[in-house]
Antibody
Framework: QVQLVESGGGLVKPGGSLRLSCAAS????????MSWIRQAPGKGLEWLSY????????FYADSVKGRFTISRDNAKNSLYLQMNNLRAEDTAVYYC?????????WGQGTLVTVSS | QSALTQPASVSGSPGQSITISCTGT?????????VSWYQQHPGKAPKLMIY???NRPSGVSNRFSGSKSGNTASLTISGLQAEDEADYYC???????????FGTGTKVTVL
């Protein structure tokens, strides 16, 4: 069965950096786009970025463009999100999701808190 | 990128039917078949309930159905049950640079 497990969240100061990881299993990883989606406390879902199986052309929401970088290692069945210059408003649960015409399978999420 | 518009809350009694709307534009909901619906219980990850406007993934109850008219998509839950109490989000592919956009979310309460 499809499993996605995020890790790497935690407490970071404003301006700091964090790298999230997502370990995938149960499907042929390279065949799918993968995405990152976040949810601020008590708020709705916000799509952030996605990357095709070959990792060539990537896409970002305006809110994170230039600060966040999505990448993947198909040999390790892993997805990453490098987050730089973090702000208080980046505080959220970050989900990785498999993307096939829509985000179809989601991980359980990892909490990122940006606070001094 | 603007979120799709959903009512903040919808409620119904057990056994009743409720409908949640999701309004976008011709660049997203109105322009494509890739409209989806997600259910999210507190503290849990979202779960795909409907994809491509009206298709149910394997294992999702047939009490959940989706439709679309113009720039508005709808999710109907029939035979409402206590376990249906959750937040529901629509989502759509968009032809703008954003590529994917979610709705504002609807809290469903079973009275």
């Amino acid at each position: 069965q499809v499993q996605l497990v995020e890790s790497g969240g935690g407490l970071v100061k404003p301006g700091g950096s964090l790298r999230l990881s997502c370990a995938a299993s149960g499907f042929t990883f390279i065949d799918y786009y993968m995405s990152w989606i976040r949810q601020a406390p008590g708020k709705g879902l916000e799509w952030l970025s996605y990357i095709p199986g070959g990792g060539s052309t990537v896409f970002y929401a305006d809110s994170v463009k230039g600060r966040f970088t999505i990448s993947r290692d198909n040999a390790k069945n892993s997805l990453y999100l490098q987050m730089n210059n973090l702000r208080a408003e980046d505080t959220a649960v970050y989900y990785c999701a498999r993307y096939y015409e829509t985000p179809d399978y989601w991980g359980q999420g990892t909490l990122v808190t940006v606070s001094s | 990128q603007s979120a799709l518009t959903q009512p903040a809350s919808v409620s119904g009694s057990p056994g009743q039917s409720i409908t949640i709307s999701c309004t976008g534009t011709s660049s997203d909901v109105g322009g494509d078949k890739y409209v989806s619906w997600y259910q999210q219980h507190p503290g849990k990850a979202p779960k795909l309930m409907i994809y491509e406007v009206s298709n149910r993934p394997s294992g999702v109850s047939n009490r959940f159905s989706g439709s679309k008219s113009g720039n508005t998509a709808s999710l109907t839950i029939s035979g409402l049950q206590a376990e249906d109490e959750a937040d529901y989000y629509c989502g759509s592919y968009t032809s703008t640079i954003a590529l994917y956009v979610f709705g504002t979310g609807t809290k469903v309460t079973v009275l």
